[in-house]
């Protein structure tokens, strides 16, 4: 099994020149705690976290509305190819400590992976929670 067989495809994204604002107000309505930033062509260029808009905007005491989402993205992306194992993907995110990963094709998004994807998969429940470990192990180290 591979990782086109359980990401969304349905991916929510952001383009980076929009407000932080905007960004807030579409992870509220989908319920979602990341969105991929996408340039123009389609390409991933970025994921910003409700974690960044608290650290990189409001603590900072920015407007979200006058701050861009490129202004507080993290650019360096950990992503998949949908062509991946679920293993490769839960190895990645457990190197990577994130819990979600882009899946891209070319230079391409084209959907998105998460824990939760693999752990509903009986047969990569392990490998999820093997994962879901390590990235709590080092936060407890913070």
Do not use: F, W
């Not at 991916?11 to 996408?38: F, Q, T």
């Not at 389609?42 to 808009?53: A, E, F, H, Y």
């Not at 989402?69 to 190819?81: E, K, L």
């Amino acid at each position: 099994m591979n990782v086109r067989d359980c990401m969304n495809s349905h991916v929510i994204s952001i383009a980076p020149e929009e407000s932080v604002a905007v960004a807030a107000r579409l992870m509220a309505r989908h319920n979602v705690g990341a969105l991929p930033v996408k340039a123009r062509d389609g390409s991933l260029c970025g994921i910003v976290t409700d974690r960044d808009m608290v650290l990189r905007c409001m603590a900072l005491n920015r407007s979200a509305e006058e701050t861009s989402v490129a202004r507080i993205m993290t650019g360096r992306v950990a992503a998949v190819s949908p062509t991946a194992s679920l293993t490769q993907a839960a190895d990645c995110m457990a190197k990577e400590q994130v819990r979600r990963l882009p899946v891209v094709e070319g230079r391409k998004l084209v959907g998105i992976v998460s824990l939760g994807d693999l752990s509903h998969r009986d047969d990569y429940a392990m490998e999820a929670a093997e994962a879901l470990s390590e990235i709590t192990a080092n936060v407890k180290n913070l």
